[in-house]
C-alpha cells in the first residue's frame, strides 16, 4: 500500500507543478479559444492540461517501475507498456484537437486506433465470468471489438460531463478510488497477482486528477481539453478492462474450492465483472446515453454538442457552478462506493464502506436543500486558496454584513450561476464532446467580455 500511495503522490506532484508553465504555453501557443455562448466561464481559458496529466502518467509509471514491489507488475505483464502506448497516442490526437479542433471522425478513429494498440499489446478482454453459465472464453476478434467498444464508450463518457470547472476530474478521481479499493482487494486479499497493473493504473489516475484540481476548481485557471479528458478516460477503461478480463476465475476458484461456476457465483459481488466498469462512470455513461437519444429524437448527429447534459440542468434549475459540481460529487461517491460495499463480505470493510456511502448521501441530501450553502470551515481556510475563505464580518455604521449573510449568499448564487441583469447562460463542454466538433453559435460573446 505504500508503495501504491508514494506513485499517487509522485504523479500528483509532478501534475501539478507542470500545470503551472503548461498554461503559459497554451497561452503563448494560443490554446485560447474564445467565449462561446453556452460557457459558463466569463474569460478566455487556456486548454492544454492534458499535457501536465500525461507526464503526470509517465513519471507515475516510472517511479513504479523503480520500486521493489512494483516492479514485477513490469515484469510479468506487458499492461503498463500497453497503457502508455495507447495513451501516448489518444493524448497526442487531443492536443492536437485542442489547438487545431480536428474532426469528429478523425477523434472516433483516433480512439478506435489507441484501444487497438493496447489490444496488440495483451490489454485485452480474454473471458467474462457471466452469472448462471460461468466463465466464457471469448475468441479473438470478441475481445477486441468488446475492448474498443469499452476504451471508446468511457472516453466519451467522461468528456460528456467535462462541462464545469473541476466536475470530470472530480468524478474519475473519485471512480479510480473505489475501483483502487476493489482492485487492491482483488490484489492483496485474495492473493491474485493479475489484479496489480489494475490496482496500480488507478493508483496513477487519482494522481492525476488530484494533482490537476487545484488548477481546475472554480474559477478555473486552465482547463484540460480534449487531450486530458480523453486521456483520463482511457487510463479508466484500461483499468477496467484488465481486472474484468484478466483476472482468470479459476485462480478465485483455488482460493474458496469448488467449480468455476460455483467460483463465479460466490464471488460474484467480489468480482462484478460485468457492473463494476460500468458502474464506476454510472453518471457519466448515463448523460452520454441520454444526450445520444436526445439529439437522435431532435434530428441531430448524436456528436453534436448541445445544452441539454445533466450539469446543464443543474445550473438551470438555480443551483450555482460550484453547488452543481459538488451534487455531481456525491452522486458519483454514492454510486461507486455502493458498488464496492456491495462487493465487501468481511465486517470491517463492510462498515468503512457503508461509511463512506452514508456520508455520501448525507452530502447529496444537504447540498439539495435550497438554504444550505457550504462554506469552508474557519479551522481549514488556511489550507484553501483565498478565493475559497470567508471574508471577515464588518460593521457600517448600524449594520452589520457578512460575506456569507443570505443576502450576499444569494448574489454569490447569481453571480456563480451567471443570471442577474444578464440572461442565463448555460454551461458548455469545455473542449467539446470527445468525438464531436465544437459546435459554432451564432450570439458569441467577444473575447473581452467582462465578468
Known amino acids: 500500500m505504500r508503495e501504491y500511495l508514494l506513485t499517487l503522490c509522485i504523479t500528483a506532484a509532478v501534475t501539478y507543478l507542470l500545470t503551472g508553465p503548461v498554461r503559459k504555453f497554451a497561452i503563448v501557443a494560443g490554446a485560447m479559444p474564445e467565449i462561446r455562448a453556452r460557457d ?90 457471466i452469472p448462471g453459465v460461468g ?52 490484489w492483496y486479499g485474495y492473493g491474485i497477482e493479475s489484479a496489480a497493473p489494475a490496482t496500480l493504473f488507478a493508483a496513477i489516475l487519482m494522481g492525476m486528477c488530484l494533482g490537476f484540481l487545484p488548477h481546475n476548481m472554480h474559477p478555473a485557471r486552465i482547463f484540460m481539453g480534449d487531450s486530458g479528458s480523453m486521456l483520463i478516460g482511457l487510463v479508466l477503461a484500461a483499468g477496467a478492462i484488465s481486472i474484468t478480463g484478466q483476472v482468470d476465475p479459476d485462480a478465485l476458484k483455488l482460493n474458496l474450492g469448488g467449480s468455476t461456476r460455483d467460483t463465479t457465483h460466490a464471488m460474484l459481488p ?56 459538488l451534487i455531481m460529487y456525491f452522486w458519483s461517491a454514492l454510486i461507486a462506493f455502493g458498488a464496492v460495499a456491495y462487493s465487501v463480505h468481511s465486517a470491517s470493510g463492510m462498515w468503512v464502506m457503508l461509511s463512506v456511502v452514508a456520508l ?55 453571480g456563480e450561476s451567471g443570471e442577474g441583469d444578464r440572461a442565463p447562460i448555460p454551461a458548455g463542454v469545455n473542449g467539446a464532446t470527445a468525438i464531436g466538433a465544437r459546435s459554432r453559435f451564432s450570439d458569441r460573446r467577444k473575447a473581452s467580455s467582462s465578468r
Open 40 to 129: 459558463v466561464h466569463r474569460e478566455p481559458t487556456p486548454r492544454l492540461g492534458g499535457i501536465a496529466m500525461f507526464f503526470g502518467l509517465c513519471a507515475g509509471l516510472l517511479v513504479a517501475d523503480h520500486l521493489t514491489n512494483l516492479d514485477q507488475v513490469f515484469e510479468s505483464s506487458n499492461e503498463p507498456r500497453a497503457l502508455l502506448s495507447g495513451a501516448a497516442l489518444i493524448w497526442l490526437i487531443g492536443v492536437l484537437d485542442d489547438k487545431f479542433e480536428i474532426d469528429a471522425l478523425i477523434k472516433l478513429g483516433g480512439q478506435m486506433i489507441a484501444a487497438g494498440v493496447m489490444v496488440m499489446q495483451g490489454l485485452t478482454i480474454l473471458w467474462l465470468p
Open 135 to 186: 466463465t466464457v472464453s471469448l475468441t479473438q476478434w470478441q475481445g477486441t471489438l468488446l475492448t474498443v467498444a469499452l476504451v471508446v464508450i468511457t472516453i466519451n463518457a467522461v468528456n460528456f460531463v467535462d462541462g464545469l470547472d473541476g466536475l470530470a476530474a472530480g468524478m474519475v478521481c473519485i471512480a479510480a478510488a473505489a475501483f483502487f479499493l476493489y482492485a487492491y482487494r482483488i
Open 270 to 325: 467480489v468480482f462484478i465483472p460485468l457492473l463494476m466498469p460500468l458502474t464506476i462512470i454510472a453518471i457519466p455513461f448515463a448523460d452520454l446515453v441520454l444526450a445520444i437519444v436526445r439529439r437522435t429524437w431532435n434530428g441531430q448527429s448524436p456528436f453534436a454538442a448541445d445544452r441539454g447534459h445533466l450539469h446543464h440542468r443543474l445550473l438551470e434549475i438555480g443551483h450555482s457552478h460550484s453547488r452543481a459540481v
Open 360 to 414: 455520501s448521501f448525507v452530502g447529496l441530501v444537504l447540498l439539495l436543500l435550497p438554504r444550505f450553502t457550504p462554506h469552508t470551515p474557519r479551522w481549514a481556510e488556511r489550507l484553501v486558496p483565498p478565493r475559497y475563505r470567508r471574508r471577515r464580518a464588518t460593521v457600517e455604521g448600524d449594520v452589520t454584513t457578512a460575506d456569507m449573510g443570505e443576502e450576499k449568499g444569494k448574489e454569490s448564487e447569481i
